[in-house]
């Protein structure tokens, strides 16, 4: 089983809608919690990131961790066909860990 | 002009040949890495590299080699090309003295590499 899960999609929705892109993982050292958004044929970028649990919140982002579940989720509001993208969560721990991916969810926004 | 270049972009090779994929920034940063994307197993870590004397392997190296040959220059080798190596590469850097060291790293655009 891989340390960071995540569906792999592809989600379509219309534009405007709410989206929620989830994670799950089994490594309870994880502090850092990313998510990164990939356009076709680009490197990924960091969008935002959270520490330890709670919310944070970027616009029309927001990011969500419960690490009680080992659960992380990214909300995008009133979506837009510029946020067509591959989103990969990433996580890492304390000093010295490097980033673990999830496999990234392939989303579509329909104009 | 891209802080965190990748060449070739794209490269088809047969099986058994060597071929080095090359990466280079201009962020100053020190730490640098190689991944592999294949579809729907995320990036996972090949080599990274804290500086130019400390290289280290990471979750799927065999097969693979590494040179960082300055703080700017990190490439990667396939001794002997494998059809199972055909993915995508990207090359990262992160910069240890931020406080976002561990939580942002910097991609190139990738390498598309495929092995007929």
């Known amino acids: 089983q891989k340390e960071v899960e995540q569906d792999p999609g592809p989600l379509s929705v219309p534009e405007g809608a709410i989206v929620s892109l989830n994670c799950t993982y089994s490594?309870?050292?994880?502090?850092?919690f990313m998510w990164y958004r990939q356009y076709s044929r680009k490197g990924p970028e960091l969008l935002m990131y959270?520490?330890?649990?709670g919310n944070k919140e970027d616009g029309r982002f927001t990011a969500q961790v419960d690490k009680s579940s080992k659960y992380i989720s990214l909300f995008i509001r009133d979506s837009q066909p510029s946020d067509s993208a591959t989103y990969l969560c990433a996580m890492s721990g304390s000093a010295g860990n490097m980033l673990t991916f999830g496999g990234g969810t392939r989303l579509m926004v329909k104009p | 002009d891209a802080d965190v270049t990748q060449t070739p972009r794209n490269r088809i090779t047969k099986t058994g040949k060597r071929i080095m994929l090359e990466c280079s920034q201009t962020?100053?940063?020190?730490?640098m890495y190689w991944y592999r994307q294949d579809p729907g197993l995320g990036l996972q870590l090949i080599y990274y590299?804290?500086?130019?004397?400390?290289?280290n392997k990471g979750e799927i190296s065999d097969g693979y080699s590494v040179s960082r040959q300055a703080q700017a220059k990190f490439s990667l080798s396939l001794e002997s090309a494998i059809p199972n190596q055909t993915a995508l590469y990207f090359c990262a850097t992160s910069d240890s003295k931020t406080a976002s060291w561990n939580t942002e790293a910097f991609f190139g655009q990738g390498t598309r590499l495929t092995v007929v």
């Open positions: 490594n309870s050292a994880f502090q850092y």
């Open positions: 590299s804290f500086d130019v004397k400390d290289i």
């Open positions: 962020k100053g940063h020190d730490r």
């Open positions: 959270t520490y330890s649990s």
